[in-house]
């Protein structure tokens, strides 16, 4: 059992009996051990004297060589019981003459190390050795040997009294702790019945008596108080708990009502985004289905204009170029809400190349110039030295610009733009600053707060006399934040505007790779020297207006057009006629044309011949990815298309593959975007 479980009233007893016992025993044992050591004392001194007088009447028998007067005078030691050996030796260390009581044998040699007076314990005996001298002179050596009897009997009668009085010492001990301790341990168990009562009961109102002024009645008045605080809070706590418990009540039933407003609004969130998606895909199938007669009409003004002109009837020209700016402007509004569906509907992708950025700028400058003189207005271009390349997205890039600078040219008169292109360092990354200043009607800032919004523009005043949809800076932002860039603006109004464009060097989308812009641009191969018509071309278009414009188009360019509105027909017709490109467009009646796109890669025989896919659905990086050459939206752009196809034709013919290089790079620097104002 450990000491630490044993109950109060024995530990008090344990602890009493062991001081006292211990201070007892060391008491006693001290005594005894002093009373034993003073006796071997006494013992040592008297068996010394002994040896004295024996050594001194034997001196004079020594000399003289008198054996029997030696003998005799050993003799003398009967009186003494604890002799059990008197010796005399001579100086070689013979014995002269013995006695030994009871014909015991006496000790036949003399230590070494005793040949001089002294004594020692040995072997239970006690032994004095005494020089016998004469005139000075030593004769010889006498041992006297004593037993210990008497020695150890008086230390086994001090030992039996001295356990003895340490029982009974003890027997008291225990008898008068076991009657003192409650003093001590009756106030601490009354206590811990208190405690016991108090625990067991929950009652915090019973109380423990004191009737001590100690420490222990101290620590009663103390553990009164305690109860008396415990009583006094768990009554707060029973009040708290019934207003916690009339507040939960409360609160249960605003969170049921806050989870039924809660689901209301999350259905009324499903509905506005189900509403989103339905708008977006109407914006979206609206534009597609408004660019079909779009490209009917740009075309074909486009052909009647060319017509006129040979006929030299200037007046139907300038109706005509009417025709197709009113057409034009049109194309750009459904681009942007296309645009807009499309980053609203999270289908926006980012087509990463690497592009020169001064061409680029000068390009959307020089395209801008009759906008910026219709208001007689000054473009200046400052680009930094040192400003080379950049990877990014060039048409959303380019998107970007022409709109900040179309903007600027169109609200302001008689004034300046500045475009200021530089390379800047921040936050340990490398960016290009865009910058289009102007110095126009400015803006307020009210008016910035709605300035990057869809659909918004300054005021109503604004929208009539400049007109637009409110699209070109809320697209533009969208697409800088796209590439992980930003655009900022400063203005005050009657001073003009600063809109500054920050976009990285390199742009880098997480999970989407860039597709190459040397495949989206190379020119096909050239085909194998026994091919047919090297000037045919196979139109593939469901839209028989579609493939008459195209025609028509493309015959004034000396080529030899065959079309189709069928896709199983084109593979057909490619395999026969052997074009040197082919023009597929999307929707097809049989089968779409990314099937026919497959098959025509698939083919060894045709996977050489380029395919330019021509159609309304944006889906570039598709097509690129399964091996088209080129992709063009609808409407056209007739000028493009016709130096896309003089560059295949003459891949065609060509036996360089260092002119293929030639035209990779030159194709991929002349590539030309619509701009959107």
């Keep these: 059992m450990k000491l630490q479980n044993l109950s109060i009233k024995r530990k008090l007893m344990l602890i009493t009996m062991l001081t006292s016992s211990v201070a007892l025993l060391l008491s006693s044992a001290s005594f005894l051990i002093y009373d034993l050591i003073s006796f071997r004392h006494l013992l040592t001194q008297d068996l010394e004297t002994q040896a004295q007088i024996i050594g001194y009447n034997s001196a004079a ?49 003399v230590p070494p190390k005793l040949y001089r007076t002294g004594y020692r314990f040995e072997g239970g005996y006690f032994d004095v050795l005494h020089d016998v001298t004469l005139n000075g002179e030593h004769v010889g050596t006498l041992l006297l040997r004593s037993d210990m009897r008497e020695w150890s009997r008086r230390a086994k009668r001090y030992a039996l009294i001295f356990f003895i009085f340490v029982f009974a010492s003890g027997l008291f001990a225990l008898l008068l702790s076991s009657k003192l301790q409650r003093m001590i341990s009756r106030p601490i168990l009354q206590l811990e019945d ?4 108090v625990s067991a009961n929950k009652n915090y109102e019973i109380r423990a008596e004191n009737t001590y002024g100690d420490e222990i009645g101290r620590l009663m008045d103390g553990f009164n108080n ?15 708990n019934d207003q916690l418990h009339a507040r939960t009540e409360e609160l249960e039933r605003e969170v049921a009502q806050r989870q039924q407003a809660q689901d209301e609004l999350l259905k009324a969130k499903h509905a506005a985004e189900e509403a989103s998606r339905a708008k977006s895909a109407f914006l979206a199938n609206m534009s597609h289905e408004l660019r079909t007669p779009l490209n009917a009409i740009i075309g074909y003004s486009e052909m009647l204009e060319e017509e006129t002109r040979e006929s030299g009837n200037t007046e139907a020209i300038q109706d005509l170029q009417k025709i197709q700016t009113a057409g034009k402007h049109l194309l750009s509004l459904i681009n942007d809400v296309l645009d807009l569906s499309k980053i609203e509907a999270g289908k926006m ?52 610009l022409v709109n900040l600078v179309s903007n600027a040219c169109k609200f302001t008169e008689s004034g300046t733009i500045s475009v200021n292109v530089e390379p800047i360092t921040a936050e340990g990354q490398e960016w290009i600053r865009f910058e289009v200043r102007d110095t126009g009607i400015g803006i307020t800032p009210k008016q910035r707060q709605q300035l990057f919004q869809e659909f918004a523009q300054a005021d109503t005043s604004i929208s009539r006399k400049y007109g637009g949809t409110g699209l070109g800076l809320a697209i533009s932002h969208r697409f800088a934040q796209m590439m992980n860039g930003h655009i900022d603006v400063e203005s005050e109004p009657g001073k003009g505007s600063t809109f500054t464009v920050l976009l990285p060097v390199e742009v ?43 025609s028509r188009s493309l015959s004034k360019l000396g080529l030899n057009v065959i079309v189709t509105g069928s896709g199983e027909e084109g593979i057909e017709l490619a395999k026969r006629m052997r074009p040197f490109a082919i023009t597929l467009d999307v929707l097809l009646p049989d089968r779409d044309g990314w099937s026919v796109l497959h098959e025509l ?17 944006d889906n570039e990086s598709l097509a690129l990815s399964m091996g088209a050459s080129n992709y063009l939206v ?22 360089s593959s260092n002119r293929h290089s030639s035209n990779r790079t030159t194709e991929k620097r002349e590539e030309f975007v619509p701009i959107k104002a």
């Design 61 to 109: 028998a020594m000399a003289f060589r008198d054996e029997p007067v030696a003998t005799a005078t050993l003799a003398a030691l009967k009186a003494k019981e604890d002799i059990v050996a008197a010796v005399l030796y001579t100086p070689d260390g013979k014995i002269f003459a013995q006695y030994v009581p009871g014909g015991k044998v006496a000790p036949s040699v």
């Design 194 to 197: 208190t405690i016991r009562i």
């Design 226 to 240: 305690m109860l008396a605080e415990i009583q006094q809070r768990d009554t707060a706590l029973l009040n708290a």
């Design 349 to 400: 992708t980012l087509h990463l190349e690497v592009f020169d950025v001064p061409p680029m700028i000068r390009q959307i400058v020089t395209t801008l110039e009759p906008a910026a003189a219709k208001n007689s207005n000054v473009i200046n271009v400052r680009i930094a030295d040192g400003l080379d390349s950049m990877r990014a997205d060039v048409t959303k890039v380019r998107q970007i």
């Design 508 to 550: 880098k989308t997480e999970g989407q790779e860039s597709p190459s812009s040397e495949t989206s641009l190379e020119p096909a191969k050239p085909q194998r020297p026994g091919a047919s018509n090297q000037d045919t071309i196979l139109v593939i278009d469901d839209d028989a207006t579609c493939r008459e414009l195209m």
């Design 601 to 617: 890669k698939t083919d060894p025989e045709l996977s050489s011949i380029p395919v330019i896919m021509l159609t309304i659905i």
């Design 634 to 655: 609808k409407p056209l752009d007739r000028e493009r298309l016709a130096v896309l196809i003089e560059k295949y034709r003459a891949g065609r013919s060509s036996k």
